[in-house]
């Protein structure tokens, strides 16, 4: 590894022995770091490396226990953020903070001065939007629009505040790829500006193709530096996790042709004046495969898995049969009954409550269907079998935490979705249906979770998977079914699935039209 923790030019900001320490744990000890002007600096680290607790006290959201930070030169304490938004750093979080029921503008103007009238932002947020390529409707109910639009809300925000440092924590986690590629124009064009951007990423393709130098945290510390341009995907991931990171491993179907999960003519009225319909669906998953569903975000990905799982019932109890049983009329917890699990995309809220322990939300989400196990006579909780089965999840899954049965909220982002997959998997449900299962984790954990997936499925359990990942697809799926404005394709059996043919597909062609030939298979 090249030792670069120098820069060249003059510095803008300049951290030393930064440490931040929750109850037992040294989330950060005593990093160091230095970020030129006009540079992209990507900070890369395995889930709970402290990234986000480096960039958080950067941002005066969090208060160091020790160490220094230097801005232009001159020692400085942000003691919260709108110190450093005066300073000039302005920060995109990895979890959004707006507020679904007002618009774009109504949101912004939340975070700038109280005195600028609306109209005025409006019009600010749209010509500044317009002129870095990612055009908004400041005007639109944020709940009305998709997790792309609602980042680029908060990029625009924060560029309104013109920040002379930008933190971008794991921005593209969310975005399609034609999205993430507008960014990156962005960001281009803010660094030849002369802007710092300070970037937090799992994919390690884009920091080669974006970043100018990388500093890579293990544990709390910093443990090298480099210029990731002159590395591979595997040798970052080498360095973050500190060994070989191997791809899943997917031994030939052992599909018994029992059906498990049986979609029949599916359709749904669009629930709000930016969701999609679904069109007419049919699906079969079997005992024992991996089915993927690609598609571009937005293509009713998002409704077909609130379908599925019975976050939105349907008229027709036959549209949805989960082993055998009419399970369109039922909800989520009458489906799990039936022996299916389901993870959303959304992990703090939807997948987890954030200030609850983890054993309390593994007995909210399993005292129905594992009652037996964790509710005793009497009604009394069980709480040694929860916590011991907490604790087997954990291990299963190397969730790495701060204290023994911390709240939910105090994971880092990877970890906590480490914890929901093997929460879900730890009960080896008949039927999974995961959404994103690997947003935000690192490279380590994602091929744990790909690979305890596929082994679910050749232990004779069906799994769905709906990702953005095309790598991930091919890499998990026995066939891969695309989704395109609210219509699936038939499932193509992954012999027969190659780049070319799924992104035809995800751009709309028509199945018909898509065939497999010697050329492109
Ligand atoms: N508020 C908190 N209270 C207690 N522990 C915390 C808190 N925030 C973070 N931690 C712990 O600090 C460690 C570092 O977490 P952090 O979120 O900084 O990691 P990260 O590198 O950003 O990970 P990821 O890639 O998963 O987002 C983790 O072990 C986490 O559990």
Not at 154 to 171: K, M, S, V, Y
Not at 238 to 260: D, L, Q, T, W, Y
Not at 381 to 400: E, L, N, T
């Amino acid at each position: 590894m090249q030792s670069s923790a120098e820069t060249a030019g003059p510095n803008l900001l300049e951290v030393r022995g930064l440490t931040k320490i929750f109850g037992t744990l040294k989330a950060c000890d005593g990093v160091d770091l230095t970020i030129a002007k006009g540079e992209i600096h990507a900070l890369l680290g395995e889930n709970g490396a402290g990234k986000s607790t480096l960039v958080k006290m950067l941002f005066g959201s969090l208060e160091p226990n020790d160490g220094v930070i230097s801005w232009n030169g001159e020692p400085v304490t942000i003691a919260s953020p709108s110190m450093a938004k005066k300073l000039g750093i302005g920060m995109v979080f990895q979890h959004f903070s707006l507020f679904e029921a007002l618009t774009a503008a109504e949101n912004i103007a939340l975070s700038l001065q109280a005195d600028t009238p609306l109209s005025t932002i409006s019009a600010k947020a749209r010509a500044l939007s317009y002129s870095y390529g990612l055009p908004l409707d400041p005007e639109a109910l944020v709940g009305d629009l998709s997790v792309g639009e609602r980042q680029r809300i908060e990029i625009i925000r924060c560029l309104l505040q013109t920040p002379d440092l930008i933190i971008l924590d794991e921005p593209t986690s969310v975005l399609t790829p034609q999205e993430a590629d507008k960014l990156f124009e962005t960001l281009e064009r803010l660094r030849a500006e002369g802007k710092s951007i300070l970037y937090i990423s799992h994919r390690l393709d884009e920091v080669r193709r974006l970043c100018d130098r990388a500093t890579i945290m293990r544990h709390g510390k910093v443990v090298g530096h480099c210029d990731p341009r002159q590395e591979t995907p595997s040798s970052l991931a080498r360095m973050m996790v500190g060994s070989e990171v191997k791809n899943a491993e997917r031994p030939p179907s052992a599909a018994s042709g029992e059906e498990i999960l049986g979609i029949c003519g599916l359709s749904r009225k669009p629930a709000g004046p930016f969701s999609m319909p679904l069109k007419n669906i049919w699906l079969s998953v079997r005992a024992g495969e991996v089915l993927g569903i690609a598609g571009v975000a937005g293509n009713g990905q998002g409704e077909f898995f609130e379908a599925v799982s019975g976050e939105a019932r349907q008229e027709a109890g036959d549209a949805i049969r989960i082993r055998g049983q009419q399970a369109g009329r039922l909800g989520i917890s009458a489906r799990r009954l039936l022996g299916a699990a389901f993870v959303p995309e959304e992990r703090l809220g939807h997948g987890a409550a954030p200030r609850m322990k983890l054993s309390e939300n593994l007995l909210l989400s399993r005292h129905r269907t594992d009652r037996k196990a964790f509710i005793g006579t009497g009604g009394f909780v069980k709480s040694g079998a929860i916590q011991s089965a907490a604790q087997r999840i954990i291990k299963a899954m190397d969730v790495r935490k701060s204290a023994p049965d911390p709240e939910a909220a105090a994971l880092s982002g990877g970890n906590l979705q480490k914890f929901i997959i093997g929460r879900e998997l730890d009960r080896q449900p008949a039927l999974m249906v995961v959404n994103q299962p690997t947003w935000g984790v690192d490279a380590g954990a994602a091929a744990r979770i790909r690979q305890a997936l596929i082994e679910l499925a050749r232990g004779g359990s069906a799994v769905l998977v709906i990702s953005q990942d095309l790598d991930e697809l091919f890499e998990m799926s026995d066939a891969i079914a695309v989704m395109h404005n609210g219509e699936l394709s038939k499932p193509i059996p992954i012999a027969e699935a190659t780049l070319e043919k799924i992104g035809l597909l995800m751009g709309g062609a028509e199945p018909g039209h898509v065939h497999v030939s010697a050329e492109t298979a």
